[in-house]
């Protein structure tokens, strides 16, 4: 076997492995997640007139790799809503009764549009049910 290769058998998972190479949760946590939230780089700046430069040095904040820090540590945590839910039970609603009143309302005016009259929607709203006596 070369220097560094891993054999890997089918029954081993990453994590175990991860945990055999030394790269354990709190590890990872410790040296490189935290290091990460706090990420800043360095930029140099010269000022001055000619002769007599200087260099200035500044500590920015590296917000990009705050960020991707602090989205895998979300992540990791399971904070995130999950993105893909399956759903195996049953969806049930019942009606409000304004719902069945707003029902009702555009019955009516779908009724009136279909209507023959000149003005549909000033039509008046007629039963087909003969009216008993």
Known sequence: MAHGTLRLSPKQK???????????DQR????YLKPALEA???????VGGKGEEEIEKYEDVAWDARLRALDMA??????Y????IQHTGEIIHEITALEQ??????????RALQSS???PLMAEVVDDQPEKD
């Not at 979300?74 to 904070?79: D, M, R, Y």
């Not at 009143?101 to 779908?110: F, R």
């Open 117 to 119: 009259s000149k003005h």
């Open 101 to 110: 009143q707003m029902a009702k309302g555009s019955l009516q005016k779908i």
């Open 40 to 46: 800043s780089t360095t930029r140099y700046v010269v």
């Open 81 to 84: 809503a999950p993105t893909n």
């Open 14 to 24: 990453i994590p175990d492995i991860m945990d055999k190479q030394g790269l354990s």
């Open 74 to 79: 979300f992540k990791l945590k399971g904070s």
């Open 28 to 31: 990872l946590i410790k040296n």
